[in-house]
């Protein structure tokens, strides 16, 4: 298998901590820092959250205007994405940020589950979400904690109401979601094949399952995410280092399947991406 791989780093996220692992990247010249080590360890994707001063999440969209002209700066090339999650806003809040075009834009399609929680997408808050990647052109990645947001983002695409090519990533897992196991992964990869085989895929495992994951999906020819938002541990006796560290262990995986690990450059062609110049 020659196919270049796309590792996504998640380099902050809404949940973790300092208090759970100091390298956690809080403020914005930390989250810059981080994600220059983990493009130098083979990402190409940078996820990115933004945080207010006491770790709480945010919306700012002038921290995230400041993350992406860092971004730009010291990683000259590498994909930008802004996440739309639920917890770092409510309603349109979540969107705030898209005016600033970055490459790409995580998008949740279905409600579900979370371990104390409901993660809420409503219909209504998915188009307006949808229609304003499509005005400013960015591609979504669509984040799947479950089979339904699978078949929902491939309708939606069918429907041409998702930007660009599809991605799917399926995030295994968030405790009430979608589960860690191999025969519904190999079951995800079997529909993304057969119902959307021009699409690429992702997966991303949440915990001690991260490597899990990352393995499937490279040796299953898709792209995979890592990252302290998903993972603060390379065991259970040892926290990550770095986020680019979480990144040189998917590219070691890369190497054991014989995968080139995707420069920026490949991972635009990929995905349909501009170019930067």
Sequence with gaps: MTKPCIL?????????????NPAVPISVSEQIESSHAAVEAGASIIHAHVRNEDETPSSNPEKFARLKEGLETHCPGVIIQFSTGGRSGAGKERGGMLSLAPDMASLSVGSNNFPTRVYENPPE???????????????????????????????????????????????????????????VFDFYVKIMRERAPE?????????????????WAIAAGGHTRAGLEDNVRLDRDTLAPSNAALIARAAVLCEKYERPVATPAQAREILGLDLVQ
């Design 199 to 215: 699409a690429e895929w992702c997966a991303a495992g949440i915990g001690a399952a991260q490597i899990d994951v990352n393995e």
């Design 125 to 183: 808050l998915i188009a307006w979400l949808a229609s304003e990647m499509r005005q400013y052109r960015i591609t979504p990645e669509v984040e799947a904690f479950d089979l339904s947001h699978i078949l929902q983002a491939i309708r939606m695409h069918r429907d041409g109401l998702l930007f660009g090519k599809l991605y799917v990533q399926f995030v295994m897992g968030v405790k009430n979601a979608m589960p860690v196991d191999r025969e």
């Design 8 to 20: 996504c780093c998640a380099i902050t996220g809404s949940v973790p901590t300092k208090a759970a």
